[in-house]
């Protein structure tokens, strides 16, 4: 860890993009290690790599997104992560059309607001929310199961429930559950997130009205 935090702790501009890469793999290499989840926190690899989220090269984006992808599993990162402005570069990657960043960004967020409900309301506070309704039209699935995890777990806090409903979520995840082209999984995982969802009003009607329609 030592060695790639030096690397990643000097200027960004003073680095060459493949040495940033290959710092920010390694690390997602050794952030798969439980062990190691704590020790990357301590040492300051979620800032660096938080840094390394606003990188211009994709592949360092990506990597550093997997890396904090990996790191989230851990509950105090997901604290800590947040605390580093972590959620808000998050959210804005969002928007990128590359599949492999939008994997591991949308994968660190649905780790991020797992039982986490400051996290679940800052997503809605920086307006993530709404492309995340929109990544369930992806046509890559690893992306459109992610998205709906994550929005299953924003979907706890009782204002996020509502505000999914209202902006399409909840029917587009019934299109996804009722779909010929969704794989088993993502039907799964849909019919997961909407469990979460049909607890208010408003949306059990949506519901109603997408399963006898």
């Not at 030592?2 to 040495?19: D, F, K, R």
């Not at 928007?95 to 679940?120: D, H, M, R």
């Not at 046509?139 to 429930?161: F, G, I, Q, Y």
Request: hydrophobic letters at 40%; charged letters at 20%.
């Amino acid at each position: 860890n030592a060695e790639y935090m030096g690397v990643l702790n000097q200027p960004p501009e003073s680095l060459t993009p493949s040495i940033k890469e290959y710092a920010a793999a390694s690390l997602w290499n050794l952030a798969r290690d439980d062990n190691s989840k704590p020790t990357a926190r301590e040492e300051g690899a979620m800032v660096a790599l938080v840094r390394l989220l606003q990188d211009e090269s994709e592949g360092v984006v990506e990597n550093a997104a997997g890396s904090l992808l990996s790191l989230t599993i851990n509950v105090e990162n997901r604290d800590h992560i947040r605390k580093t402005g972590g959620i808000h570069h998050l959210v804005s990657l969002l928007k990128s059309t590359q599949e492999f960043i939008l994997e591991n960004v949308v994968g660190a967020l649905k780790n991020c607001t797992a039982a986490n409900e400051a996290n679940q309301v800052l997503v809605r506070e920086l307006g993530g929310l709404e492309p995340l309704i929109r990544l369930l039209n992806n046509t890559n699935d690893n992306v459109v199961r992610e998205a709906t995890l994550c929005l299953k777990n924003l979907a706890s806090n009782e204002e996020n429930n509502i505000m999914i409903g209202k902006l399409g979520g909840v029917q587009q995840l019934v299109n996804l559950v009722q779909s010929t082209s969704s794989s088993d999984l993502i039907r799964k995982v849909a019919t997961f997130a909407l469990q979460t969802l049909a607890k208010n009003s408003h949306n059990r009607a949506i519901l109603d009205k997408g399963i006898t329609s």
